[in-house]
């Protein structure tokens, strides 16, 4: 039997993509869908794209029977799902796409997102979602925290480095580049299309919330507190993420670093010496491609990772979390080959 599964926060992009990504999965079924405004509606109607298929009808998460579910997906706003699993089954698991419980700290997560966390209690028993980084963790887990996109593309080529000492951790610069997906479907004038059309903004300068996150796992992989500086981009194109990382180090043992940790990793290239990846590479899979090339000043590496911020750093990430929760063969449903053109 499949495992039976509820999306909460289907009608935003990460939901449609949860949506898209287990309708194909061989071993989990939707047998519920959330929304609130949407409520009552077809996923269709909201989703086009998604009417062919034969999908529950959206409804208030207080309809849905939690007991008749194994795992949930909470695609939903920060803030909420800490209010809302503490009410939650037991036994039933959870992978949580905010940032709810990503910061071990409820002192960060108030400084960084503006209020108390209302369930402290919890945080200490969630893991944090790179199943590459920490997938014994995420196994035994009932809640996992779902990292964020800018923070999977970054961490992923970094917390080897730093673990090894390959690079200098207080000399790391994460110039990234996300894709107007990344901001989400709520209607604001910055993501108007004539707003964002042929132009590039740099936002959250100085203090974006994903530094939080990116410290805190640099700080566990280190052993020390490391601070980066990071500066997010918004690029007028739908997907993809690109973080373009410069540090200390030499450029051909961060390449045979990398490329070792991840040689049996299914999600994960390490391109050829001096070869960097673009966001073509990656757009619909689930996929990090990562290109090391060697500064022209001695000493000096520069790293380039690209993912699908919607699926790697989102929807695709989650649904490999809850394979690693549910005992499953970690690419089950993940099969999928880049688009291009």
Not at 53 to 67: S, T
């Amino acid at each position: 039997m499949p495992f039976r599964i509820a999306i909460l926060g289907a009608s935003g992009y990460t939901g449609a993509e949860l949506v898209r990504l287990v309708h194909g999965h061989p071993e989990l079924e939707i047998v519920a869908l959330s929304a609130d405004r949407k409520a009552g509606m077809a996923m269709g109607e909201v989703f086009p794209h998604l009417a062919p298929f034969d999908l529950p009808p959206l409804r208030r998460i207080e309809e849905i029977d939690f007991a008749a579910l194994d795992l949930v997906f909470a695609a939903l706003p920060h803030g909420v799902t800490q209010k809302l699993v503490r009410a939650l089954p037991d036994g039933l698991k959870v992978v949580d796409l905010s940032a709810d419980f990503r910061l071990a700290d409820p002192a960060a997560y108030e400084k960084w997102y503006g209020r108390s966390h209302a369930a402290t209690d919890l945080q200490p028993e969630a893991a944090f979602g790179i199943p590459e980084l920490h997938r014994e963790r995420i196994a035994g887990a009932r809640l996992t925290a779902n990292a964020g996109c800018y923070v999977t593309c970054s961490l992923l080529p970094l917390v080897p480095l730093v673990a090894e000492g390959a690079v200098a951790g207080e000399d790391i610069v994460i110039d990234a580049k996300s894709g107007v997906s990344g901001a989400g479907r709520s209607l604001r004038e910055n993501l108007l299309f004539c707003e964002v059309d042929e132009g590039l903004s740099a936002y959250g300068l100085g203090g974006h919330r994903h530094m939080a996150e990116i410290d805190q796992e640099l700080a566990r992989a280190a052993g020390h507190p490391v601070i980066v500086s990071f500066t997010p981009h918004l690029v007028p194109m739908s997907r993809g993420m690109m973080a373009t990382i410069h540090a200390r180090g030499d450029a051909a043992e961060v390449h045979r670093l990398l490329a070792a940790h991840y040689a049996d990793e299914p999600f994960v290239t390490v391109l050829p010496p001096g070869r960097a990846p673009t966001t073509r590479h990656v757009v619909g899979s689930n996929r990090c491609v990562i290109g090391v090339v060697a500064d022209r000043v001695p000493g000096r590496v520069i790293i380039v990772s690209v993912i699908d911020n919607l699926v790697k750093g989102a929807s695709g990430q989650a649904v490999q979390n809850a394979n690693v929760m549910l005992g499953l063969d970690e690419r089950a449903g993940l099969d999928l080959v880049p688009l291009f053109p």
